[in-house]
């Protein structure tokens, strides 16, 4: 029987109820593309962050807080801005070890925000405040129904993968990438422009996504594909 790649979840954090949780669809998206995810705690020890790193085979960064705006030289001017350090001092632990070893990185929502701005890219604080727009970005339940459409860039690998140039999509963000980190390149925008999927040239596979393919995997093969093709670089 072939080994089943071990993929690292980020989890997500619920400071409320001072707990960590997680969304069924990014585990059971990397589990029908063929994966096997595990979530990991939320801690900024180095010895267990090198041992979780060493142990899996490609890492999901997954959606929740903003990410801090320290990171990319801004600060929090928004009263909906809300942050999660240690989760940033994590994930920016495991990004950096990821890219050290080669090993693939998939990010969606908060996750492409997250490695556009660890590699030096800026973001949006507020969408809704910062850019002319009537694109749906934040939509409502339900969240498999797609609400706009992104313009894939011929010569992507996600253009390769898809075999198209427009996909509707899902969305659930009030922030977005501004300026492109060096590293990465786009490989699809929505109509207003906003960077909504990228990629790293230089590396075996370090993509990302703005929309939400882990509510979406089931209803619509695009969002299957792509955690097919994350998990096909695991192996």
Aim: with cysteine; charged share 25%.
């Amino acid at each position: 029987m072939k080994r089943k790649p071990v993929i690292g979840v980020l989890p997500l954090w619920d400071e409320k109820k001072d707990s960590l949780w997680m969304l069924p669809g990014y585990m059971n998206g990397i589990i029908a593309a063929g994966g096997l995810p595990i979530m990991f705690p939320l801690t900024d020890d180095k010895e267990i962050i090198n041992r979780m790193v060493d142990i899996c085979d490609g890492f999901l960064f997954t959606g929740g807080q903003d990410v801090s705006p320290e990171i990319y030289g801004q600060t929090a001017v928004y009263d909906n801005i809300v942050c999660c350090k240690e989760r940033d001092i994590m994930e920016r632990s495991v990004l950096q070890q990821a890219l050290i070893f080669e090993k693939p990185v998939l990010g969606i929502c908060r996750g492409i925000q997250f490695i556009n701005a660890a590699l030096g890219g800026t973001l949006y604080l507020d969408i809704p405040s910062e850019v002319k727009s009537d694109i749906e970005h934040h939509q409502s339940p339900p969240y498999d129904v797609p609400v706009h459409s992104v313009k894939i860039e011929k010569g992507t690998p996600l253009f390769k993968l898809l075999q198209k140039q427009e996909l509707d999509v899902n969305s659930y963000h009030h922030q977005g990438v501004k300026e492109l980190a060096p590293q990465l390149k786009a490989m699809a925008r929505s109509e207003d422009g906003i960077v909504e999927a990228v990629y790293m040239p230089l590396r075996k596979f370090v993509w990302a996504v703005q929309w939400h393919p882990e509510f979406s995997y089931i209803s619509d093969r695009s969002s299957f594909l792509i955690f097919e093709e994350f998990i096909k670089n695991c192996i």
